[in-house]
Nanobody
Framework: QVQLVESGGGLVQAGGSLRLTCKASGDIFSIISINAMGWYRQAPGKQRELVAAIIRGGSTNYADSAKGRFTISRDSAKNTVYLQMNSLKPEDTAVYYC???????????WGQGTQVTVSS
């Protein structure tokens, strides 16, 4: 089993920056077999959407709205993934969730979410 804990959310003015952190813990064998980790967000009344993901081997992908502003990175030694968010806009306001998947076992894991609020 894998547990994911997010931190770093908060209130920021438009144009500001936040850095989200996701720490994975639990069964070390499950953790090291994770195929991909990513960040999703969900605003009230909207579907949860992928913001950024990083795959085993280091490749990344971003939502169009995040390209050029957000950067996903990882520290494998610390089992931690980060999302650096710059030039934040009010439309970025949402609960941001960390996600991990293990394709081999069809398992996926979610953090509890962290609120990001961007004021105009």
């Amino acid at each position: 089993q894998v547990q994911l804990v997010e931190s770093g959310g908060g209130l920021v003015q438009a144009g500001g920056s936040l850095r989200l952190t996701c720490k994975a813990s639990g069964d070390i064998f499950s953790i090291i077999s994770i195929n991909a980790m990513g960040w999703y967000r969900q605003a009230p009344g909207k579907q949860r959407e992928l913001v950024a993901a990083i795959i085993r081997g280091g490749s990344t992908n971003y939502a169009d709205s995040a390209k050029g502003r957000f950067t996903i990175s990882r520290d494998s030694a610390k089992n931690t993934v980060y999302l650096q968010m710059n030039s934040l806009k009010p439309e970025d306001t949402a609960v941001y969730y960390c996600h991990a998947d293990r394709i081999a076992t069809n398992d996926n894991y979610w953090g509890q979410g962290t609120q990001v609020t961007v004021s105009s």
